[in-house]
């Protein structure tokens, strides 16, 4: 995981991840993201697809944004801080729910134990709050 030190959740640990450029697929934005967020290169073809997620923010629809979830397991590289994030090692058992969105704690634990996910979360004010959400397995 890593602290997001600037822009949109600045202040959260989040995953690594971004928004794909133009002609881009989501597969290659992640590659792309991992290298840039925190220097390390992944292998496409061990990249595990684990779910998509949407999220949507009442008061904020331009947050809106739908999140394709991957499972990296291999790397070259050692994860190093960045101008944007600044990554940590922790064990499933230790994750800091408490520092990150609010909804991350109904979906990542699906995700770390193996299953592949759908969702669906609805914030409330600045994404303090989740006002209703779904979660299944695909």
């Known amino acids: 995981m890593a602290m997001k030190k600037r822009g949109f959740g600045a202040g959260k640990w989040n995953g ?7 002609g881009e697929s989501v597969k ?14 992944a292998n496409p073809d061990k ?3 684990a779910g998509m997620i949407k999220f949507r923010f009442k008061e904020h629809p331009e ?19 960045t101008e944007e994030m600044k990554p940590r090692w922790y064990n499933n058992d230790e994750i800091p729910f408490k520092e990150m969105w609010c909804v991350d704690r109904y979906w ?13 979360f ?5 994404g303090q709050n989740c006002d209703r959400f779904e979660v299944q397995e695909i």
């Open 16 to 22: 690594f991840g971004g928004k794909a450029k133009s």
């Open 28 to 41: 290659l934005a992640a590659l792309r993201e991992l290298k840039e967020e925190v220097s390390i290169k």
């Open 47 to 49: 990249m595990k697809a």
């Open 63 to 81: 947050w809106n944004q739908n999140m394709y979830v991957f499972l990296v397991n291999e790397w070259k590289g050692m994860p190093q801080e």
């Open 108 to 120: 990542l634990p699906s995700i770390l134990a193996g299953k592949k996910i759908s969702g669906r």
């Open 122 to 126: 609805y914030y409330k004010a600045e």
